[in-house]
């Protein structure tokens, strides 16, 4: 049974850092593009970071870009988001994305992050 389950998320005052861990189980991540999204209240999905299949590449959004780093851990088959410099506009709702596991994609339940003075 395929699932994701995100956690790491929380408070934080603007600049701090998070991590987000994305816990899969069902298939092995290492070998599909995974994906974090998020969601701000009253926004679409927004795709933050992506990372191919076997880790080949990495790629971000504009806003995030530099200040944020998706990597995978094969061994305990999590994928996570490291979050630094963290903003008020990063707050939203986070959300771990299987691309394409035997022919579907995949959501984790998400994980609230809140940057706020």
């Known amino acids: 049974q395929v699932q994701l389950v995100e956690s790491g998320g929380g408070l934080v005052q603007p600049g701090g850092s998070l991590r987000l861990s994305c816990a899969a189980s069902g298939f092995t991540v290492s070998n599909h593009n995974m994906r974090w999204y998020r969601r701000a209240p009253g926004k679409e999905r927004e795709l933050v970071a992506t990372?191919?299949?076997?880790?080949?590449?990495?790629t971000y959004a504009a806003s995030v870009k530099g200040r944020f780093t998706i990597s995978r851990d094969n061994a305990k088959n999590t994928v996570n988001l490291q979050m630094n410099n963290l903003n008020p506009e990063d707050t939203a709702e986070y959300y771990c994305?299987?691309?394409?596991?035997?022919?579907?994609?995949?959501w984790g339940q998400g994980t609230q992050v809140t940057v706020s003075a």
């Open positions: 990372i191919t299949v076997l880790g080949t590449s990495t």
């Open positions: 994305h299987a691309f394409r596991v035997d022919g579907k994609d995949y």
